[in-house]
């Protein structure tokens, strides 16, 4: 096994457990406390990068292991729900250094545009690690994703040789 190979092992560990237990937060407040499209489009993006990382296990799987193939439908998962999570990943990634370069006086300009009760749930000393927090996601999702389309290239790269092997 190569460094990148383990790189996408290792995050593809950590995706699976970030996403799981933020797609299990979602759905459990979109069950409890009703929808709105915000939540709904929130649950299906980071649901899709835990499908991702569900697939990208047996992705794995398969490559170090190649008598036991992957589903037909696998592939084209990977791909939409890849596309799906990069697309997440990139607004993770600007939600995070939007965060992180808005000036202290913004923000208090911005917390005092508040409602009263909000203000004070709001904690100025939170925001800059919820931006950091949002950019190391954002990292992590997007390398595990171009990890995980480079390494499905080479397994069907694989496999349409070995087809063309059983074929001569």
């Given at each position: 096994?190569?460094?990148?190979?383990?790189?996408?092992?290792?995050?593809?560990?950590?995706?699976?457990?970030?996403?799981?237990?933020?797609?299990?937060?979602?759905?459990?407040?979109?069950?409890?406390?009703?929808?709105?499209f915000g939540s709904i489009v929130s649950l299906l993006s980071m649901g899709a990068c835990f499908i991702h990382s569900v697939l990208?296990?047996?992705?794995?799987?398969?490559?170090?292991?190649?008598?036991?193939?992957?589903?037909?439908?696998?592939?084209?998962?990977?791909?939409?729900?890849?596309?799906?999570?990069?697309?997440?990943?990139?607004?993770?990634?600007?939600?995070?250094?939007?965060?992180?370069?808005?000036?202290?006086?913004?923000?208090?300009?911005?917390?005092?545009?508040?409602?009263?009760?909000?203000?004070?749930?709001?904690?100025?000393?939170?925001?800059?690690?919820?931006?950091?927090?949002?950019?190391?996601?954002?990292?992590?999702?997007?390398?595990?994703?171009?990890?995980?389309?480079?390494?499905?290239?080479?397994?069907?790269?694989?496999?349409?040789?070995?087809?063309?092997?059983?074929?001569?």
């Amino acid at each position: 096994m190569d460094f990148r190979f383990k790189l996408y092992r290792v995050t593809t560990a950590i995706v699976l457990m970030i996403s799981g237990i933020f797609t299990f937060m979602l759905l459990s407040s979109v069950l409890f406390l009703g929808t709105n499209f915000g939540s709904i489009v929130s649950l299906l993006s980071m649901g899709a990068c835990f499908i991702h990382s569900v697939l990208s296990l047996y992705l794995q799987r398969s490559l170090l292991l190649p008598e036991i193939p992957l589903k037909e439908s696998t592939p084209g998962g990977m791909r939409f729900m890849g596309t799906v999570g990069l697309i997440f990943s990139i607004l993770l990634i600007l939600s995070g250094l939007t965060i992180l370069l808005v000036t202290p006086e913004q923000m208090k300009a911005e917390i005092d545009n508040l409602p009263a009760d909000q203000q004070a749930a709001v904690k100025q000393t939170l925001v800059a690690p919820i931006g950091v927090f949002l950019l190391v996601m954002g990292s992590l999702f997007t390398l595990n994703i171009v990890l995980s389309f480079r390494y499905l290239r080479q397994w069907l790269q694989l496999q349409s040789g070995r087809n063309e092997e059983k074929e001569e």
